[in-house]
């Protein structure tokens, strides 16, 4: 049992490769179900979880080009967020989904692999997903609002996708990105002003 690494992987935290990896652009490999529960794929998941995330993190962002990711919603964000359900910290392998709801809303999103940026992103409002979790076994689940949302952000990087390549456009035709400095400013303001339309855009309560 390589103790070494997983004594290793509870004191330390992994680097999270940023915009610019070629590791991020891999469409990532599916996990051989017989492994799950092996060394191998638990080290994977020992990583994930050590690392520090707000609400998502997967392999490829590690640098491990499986098709895994994990998704947590902190009950303290459900203020900020509208539809927004908490959720306990879940590991998604070999994830599918189909869309059950594709009402496109936007919302902020940002990424640890792209850091000091928000953007604004179209995601459908449900969608149902298969995955294996850690024990190898199948669930299905129906995820909606921000929940679908995470989770599509995160099934993205699987497939060598980033938030910044799936940008909402303004009114007046501008990608929607924005300096996380400048976007604090923005949101100080709009929310000063009582701009409700503005943080609906962005899927913000008011
Ligand atoms: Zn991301």
Redesign the pocket.
Same mark, same amino acid.
């Given at each position: 049992m390589g103790s070494d690494l997983l004594d290793q992987a509870a004191t330390q935290e992994f680097e999270i490769f940023k915009l610019g990896h070629p590791a991020l652009r891999l469409r990532s490999e599916e996990v051989n179900p017989s492994e799950i529960g092996s060394e191998k794929i638990n080290n994977i998941l020992v990583r994930l979880k050590q690392t520090k995330q707000t609400v998502?993190l &997967?392999a490829p962002?590690l640098g491990i080009n499986y098709r895994i990711f994990l998704t947590e919603l902190p009950t303290r964000l459900s203020s900020r967020y509208l539809g927004y359900t908490p959720s306990p910290l879940q590991i998604w392998i070999n994830p599918s989904y189909t869309v059950v709801d594709d009402t496109m809303l936007g919302g902020c999103e940002s990424? !640890? &692999?792209v850091p000091g940026y928000i953007g604004r992103v179209l995601r459908p409002a449900a969608i149902e997903v298969q995955a294996l979790n850690e024990d190898g076994k199948s669930v299905i689940e129906t995820l909606s609002g921000w929940n679908a949302r995470v989770f599509l952000?995160?099934y993205d990087?699987l497939d060598g996708i !980033?938030?910044v390549d799936k940008l909402a456009e303004d009114p007046e035709g501008r990608k929607e990105l924005f300096e996380k400095s400048m976007w604090e400013v923005i949101e100080a303001e709009k929310r000063k002003a009582g701009d409700a339309e503005w943080l609906a855009r962005f899927r913000l309560k008011q």
């Open positions: 998502g &997967s962002q990424c !640890l &692999s952000h995160e990087h !980033l938030y």
